[in-house]
């Protein structure tokens, strides 16, 4: 149990009120890295796990499998560190800053985004702006 | 309509089949800029938003107060242009790298989680290996 000077503490409570929480009581929260800005996860935060979140510099999420609070890195060493935290402008997500120790996901990989790489049609202004020349030849039956 | 090869569109079927939907039908997703890496914000996407997402090169979501297809940009011209994707280890989150056309947010800030930073107390490999000297004076009665 980390103490808190009591303005401290009155500032983490108004947060956790005003965080809004789905039906089922949670927040997703983006954890990102400090200095890579990669995009680590995504986990979910009850009313308890974003108090502790913001009071003792490491990260808590609530466990959907497990239905349990579960500190990152207690079991796995792979502590996430808080280095910043925002709400979104709709109080409903969170976005985490961390110092990430070891990988941030169970199957090893840093990022839990790392393991499953897609392969969408890319858009971008320049497609919009200025036709590739095949696209134009195609478009001309070239 | 974008016309797809049926390679690819077989391709992003398989995406959206094994794609985890909560049992409201929804993925979250985390868009993030190309380039700067700033996480801009975090939607929603039911299978037909993530199907369109990954087939036309622009970002659609599934807007969850309007109950309808939201293709962003449509309305406020902040389009956001896709330029990778991936989802994570248990495919139940979705990543998209975009190249952000204005502001993502509603309000006019560039990110929806510009708006409401927070002060957590921060935490740190050196805060534990290496006590800063006033908490050790203070922990000594010093």
Redesign the interface.
């Known amino acids: 149990m ?1 103490l ?1 000077d009591p303005e ?1 503490a009155a ?2 409570d108004a ?1 956790v009120a005003r965080a809004s929480f789905d039906s089922a009581g949670l927040l ?1 929260a ?1 954890i ?1 890295e400090e200095g ?4 680590l ?2 986990g979910y935060m009850n009313a308890e796990a974003l108090r502790r ?6 990260v808590t999420f609530w466990s959907r499998s497990r239905q349990e609070l579960w500190r990152k890195g207690d079991t796995s060493g792979n502590v996430q ?11 409903d ?1 969170l ?2 800053t961390v ?1 990430q ?1 070891g990988p941030a ?3 090893g ?1 840093h990022a ?14 320049a ?1 919009h702006v200025a036709p590739a020349a095949d696209a134009t030849r195609e478009a001309n039956g070239g």
Do not use: K, N, W
């Open positions: 980390t808190l401290r500032d983490i947060v997703p983006v990102q890579s800005g990669q995009v996860m995504l979140t913001l009071s003792e510099g490491r560190y808080v280095r910043a935290a925002a709400l979104d402008c709709d109080d997500a976005l985490v110092h120790v996901c169970h199957t990989a839990c985004f790392d393991v499953d790489p897609l392969a969408p049609v890319l858009g971008g202004p497609a």
